[in-house]
C-alpha cells in the first residue's frame, strides 16, 4: 500500500463538507482538505437512480492516519452511509510529502 492517500467524501453542503475537511484537519487525520462545489452527482440510491447536488471534500493522509480519518468521517457525517473513499498518492514532491507526513503525525500533549 502506498505511504500517502487522497481521500474523498462528499456531503450536502458547504457547511457539514467544511465541518467535516476542519475537523479531519485540527485532529491531524488529514494533513489538508479541499472543498468543491457545488458538484451534480448521479447514483443509485434505495434501488433508485438519483441525482442531487453535492459538496466534495478531498483530504490528503498517510496510510498510518487512514483507518482513523475514514472512521471520522464515517462518525461525524450526516448520512448513514456516506462515501469514504481512498486513492493512492504514488508520486510526489519530496518537501510536499514530508509536511504531508509531519502533518499527519498525532499531536503529542
Do not use: C
Not at 75 to 97: C, I, K, M, Q, R
Request: glycine share 6%; hydrophobic share 45%.
Amino acid at each position: 500500500m502506498a505511504d500517502f492517500l487522497l481521500v474523498s467524501t462528499v456531503a450536502p453542503d458547504r457547511e457539514t463538507a467544511s465541518r467535516l475537511a476542519g475537523s479531519a484537519v485540527k485532529l491531524r487525520l488529514a494533513a489538508s482538505a479541499q472543498v468543491f462545489g457545488p458538484v451534480t452527482s448521479f447514483f443509485w440510491h434505495l434501488g433508485e437512480q438519483g441525482e442531487g447536488e453535492e459538496w466534495q471534500v478531498l483530504l490528503k493522509t498517510s496510510t498510518a492516519r487512514y483507518e482513523e480519518l475514514e472512521r471520522h468521517l464515517i462518525a461525524e457525517h450526516v448520512w448513514d452511509n456516506p462515501e469514504v473513499s481512498a486513492t493512492a498518492l504514488v508520486a510526489g514532491a519530496a518537501p510536499y510529502l514530508r509536511w504531508l507526513d509531519a502533518s499527519t503525525q498525532p499531536a503529542t500533549s
